[in-house]
């Protein structure tokens, strides 16, 4: 099993609202990200989580701000964000962070208001 | 900077037909190579993983790879319209002690009934 989940599937929220991004795996997975895919651009890396620490976070504004619960749980908290921020959030995971294949959960699709 | 460039499409085959899709990338130091399949609106779904040279089969996939050209390519044979996507190929590049998930701009596949 190669799943990866996603809630919610969609999200539209104002720029002074706060909302959450969900991720879960229960491949036993020990790294997980989180990207931004703007239409018909690749997919950006946002954070990297290796081991539940953060290990990577591409210079991401503050509005961003991910947490990494356990090792199948992977949360990106929003606020105050911006309507160029609408985009694809996407969540992927890796048995670890040493170069595996990373499989990607289905993404949110936010729009920001 | 560290690229993943792909060959420029949209690239367009009649069914039945074999689609070469092909990359390259600029880290010579690269030890693993991914081909995505994105249809649109989706996530990327990862179709094939290569880490040695030379080819690597999977169904009607091949990968190919040539590290001494740094080069990677994707052979779809008996292309089927399913197969219309969009193809990310993705290398892993080593940032200080972390690897990093780079993807090229991908290629628009269109398989023709």
């Known amino acids: 099993d190669t799943e990866v989940t996603q809630t919610p599937k969609h999200l539209v929220m104002g720029m002074t609202n706060k909302k959450s991004l969900k991720c879960e795996q229960h491949?036993?997975?020990?790294?997980m990200y989180w990207y931004k895919q703007k239409a018909k651009k690749p997919p950006e890396l946002m954070f990297v989580y290796s081991y539940e620490k953060l290990s990577i976070n591409e210079s991401v504004p503050s509005r961003f701000s991910p947490e990494c619960p356990n090792s199948s749980l992977l949360n990106l908290h929003l606020h105050a964000l911006q309507p160029e921020d609408s985009a694809l959030y996407l969540c992927a995971s890796s048995p670890s962070g040493d170069g595996y294949e990373q499989y990607f959960g289905p993404g949110t699709r936010l729009t920001v208001t | 900077q560290k690229e993943v460039e792909q060959n420029s499409g949209p690239l367009s085959v009649p069914e039945g037909a074999i689609a070469s899709l092909n990359c390259t990338y600029s880290d010579r130091v690269s030890q693993s190579f991914f081909w995505y399949r994105q249809y649109s609106g989706k996530s990327p779904e990862l179709i094939m993983s290569?880490?040695?040279?030379g080819d690597k089969e999977d169904g009607r996939f091949t990968a190919q790879l040539n590290k001494a050209s740094q080069y990677v390519s994707l052979l779809i044979r008996d292309s089927q319209p399913s197969d219309s996507a969009t193809y990310l190929c993705a290398v892993n590049i080593i940032g200080g002690s972390n690897y990093k998930l780079t993807f090229g701009k991908g290629t628009l596949l269109t398989v023709n009934p």
């Open positions: 491949m036993g997975h020990r790294a």
């Open positions: 290569i880490y040695s040279n």
